[in-house]
């Protein structure tokens, strides 16, 4: 019953490309945090058997993309037991949920597959990592960009005036490149983490001391857990 809105001709960014960019976000990560956990740990873990695994039924998950219009644009993605999809789409006052969307993404041809009732959509899919930019190239509408805010301030909201330095978002240690008691000046790289297959370079926000160091590399850590602590030259 969804189609007519799904595959109307806008000015706006069609919401079957808003489902596209959601989903690839979403099953690109979803696969890399899956191998790299059979790779690093064990490798009868049931994130290597079930997709889902680490997720309980009724997980929600929300993106916020930034269309061409500059208009933000929510999606929230239910994950169900049948490996479906239950997608919301919110913008402004309108909010569309489409049931049941099923998806795959297909890393080696950069290429995410939807079906939306009843309609089969192959879009290629790149995440630029300079711009922050999902660009889908759709079949029906060409070239699309959303912008991915979150991924923008991941910079700006990972340290705060207490000296903790805390993960921007769910990620994986790949580098740390300090040790406790080692003076830093503000700016200097404190650690690397990875996420949304990127990488993200967190920096020391002041000058100060290094007092303690949470995480090793390749750990993962959960959105805003401590990774390190710096004591202020002014304190």
């Known amino acids: 019953k969804h189609s007519d809105t799904l595959f109307a001709i806008k000015k706006e960014t069609p919401s079957h490309v808003i489902i596209q960019a959601s989903l690839f976000m979403i099953l690109s990560e979803l696969q890399n945090t899956i191998k790299e956990t059979a790779e690093s740990f064990d490798p009868f873990s049931p994130w290597t058997s079930l997709r889902h695994a680490r997720l309980n039924t009724d997980h929600v998950q929300t993106i ?61 899919v790149v995440l630029d990592k300079n711009s922050y930019q999902v660009i889908i190239f759709d079949n029906e509408e060409g070239k699309m960009v959303l912008e991915v805010p979150e991924l923008i301030q991941v910079k700006t909201k990972s340290a ?67 990774l390190i602590y710096i004591i202020s030259e002014n304190v």
């Open 64 to 124: 916020i993309f930034r269309d061409h219009n500059d208009d933000d644009i929510s999606v929230k993605i239910k994950f169900n037991y049948d490996n479906s999809f239950d997608v919301t789409i919110i913008r402004g006052a309108s909010h569309l949920i489409v049931k049941r969307v099923l998806s795959s993404w297909n890393e080696v041809e950069q290429q995410i597959i939807v079906e939306v009732e009843n309609h089969r959509i192959k879009s290629r």
């Open 160 to 226: 705060d005036a207490t000296g903790f330095i805390r993960t921007p978002m769910p990620c994986k240690i790949s580098q740390v490149l300090v040790k406790p008691g080692q003076i830093v000046e503000k700016g200097t790289p404190l650690i690397v983490l990875e996420a949304m297959k990127m990488e993200h370079w967190i920096r020391s926000p002041f000058s100060g001391t290094i007092d303690k160091i949470f995480y090793n590399v390749n750990e993962f850590a959960k959105e805003n857990r401590d």
